[in-house]
């Protein structure tokens, strides 16, 4: 089947079998290899993107679902001129990362929890993180990071 997206500001066509999901699409044949797989299963998000202004988990969702979608994935939150995002550059500022591999994930979702939930406290953007694993920092300076990239993106 044929499906259109744009992604990152650009209109794609693909041809895909309808039981593939927007990952597959996203990395295998738009090489949008920022996008990480994590779990398979929406468990861990590290496979977020933006969708349509709201974050999703690119591996639950099938390609045809995602027909005429906006699509933004790290890749795309940069920019044009290569600036960092302001939730990038406090998760580089903040040491919001270890080995890295859920970073793409996790700065998608805050980028989307802070568009949402400007003032969020600590504990809500614990809360409204749950839905991302990190299994390397124990949080507290992704969630500085949060902090520190929703007062820059409030500016």
Do not use: W
Not at 78 to 83: I, L, P, Q, S, V
Request: proline share 3%; net charge negative; hydrophobic share 40%.
């Amino acid at each position: 089947m044929q499906v259109q997206l744009t992604v990152n500001g650009k209109t794609k066509s693909v041809e895909t079998p309808p039981n593939t999901f927007l990952v597959e699409v996203l990395r295998e044949q738009l090489k949008m290899t920022g996008t990480h797989v994590g779990c398979d299963t929406a468990q861990c998000g590290a496979c977020t993107v933006i969708m349509n202004g709201r974050a999703v988990k690119s591996c639950n969702i099938l390609a045809a679902q995602a027909e005429g979608a906006d699509i933004t994935t790290i890749e795309g939150l940069a920019a044009a001129d290569g600036t960092m995002h302001p939730m990038q550059a406090a998760f580089k500022e903040c040491h919001g990362l270890q080995c890295g591999f859920c970073t793409t994930g996790m700065v998608m979702s805050a980028v989307d929890l802070c568009k949402h939930h400007p003032n969020a406290s600590e504990g809500e953007i614990r809360e409204l993180l749950e839905g991302n694993i990190c299994r390397c920092t124990g949080y507290q300076n992704i969630v500085k990071a949060v902090q520190h990239g929703a007062a820059a993106m409030a500016v």
